[in-house]
């Protein structure tokens, strides 16, 4: 079975940065796409980022160039760095592992809370 555990949430004031991780255990050979989620309270959850197993990286328009995501395959982690944070960027961080773009099979992690102060 796949397991995925983020860790690296905290809070922070705007201007900030935080480092987010997901560390994958089990069978993940075939997810080719990693992406992280945000969902805030009331609102709908979001891709923020992706990288797919050949590197290539897509991001949000709203976290465009304050957000990159990278990997680690031989510690099979993705990483989010966030940068310039605004409140806005308050939310609950899932990692997301899938087969294929439109994740037909994936696996999702517990989340990790990022609070953002103004």
């Known amino acids: 079975q796949v397991q995925l555990v983020e860790s690296g949430g905290a809070l922070v004031e705007a201007g900030g940065s935080l480092k987010l991780s997901c560390l994958a255990s089990?069978?993940?050979?075939?997810?080719?796409?990693r992406r992280w989620y945000r969902q805030a309270p009331g609102k709908q959850r979001e891709s923020v980022a992706e990288i797919t197993s050949g590197g290539s990286t897509t991001y949000a328009d709203s976290v465009k160039g304050r957000f990159t995501i990278s990997r680690d395959n031989a510690k099979n982690t993705i990483y989010l760095q966030m940068n310039s944070l605004k409140p806005e960027d308050t939310a609950v961080y899932y990692c997301?592992?899938?087969?294929?773009?439109?994740?037909?099979?994936?696996?999702w992690g517990q989340g990790t809370q990022v609070t953002v102060s103004s």
């Open positions: 997301r592992y899938c087969a294929g773009y439109e994740c037909y099979q994936s696996y």
């Open positions: 089990g069978s993940i050979a075939s997810t080719n796409v």
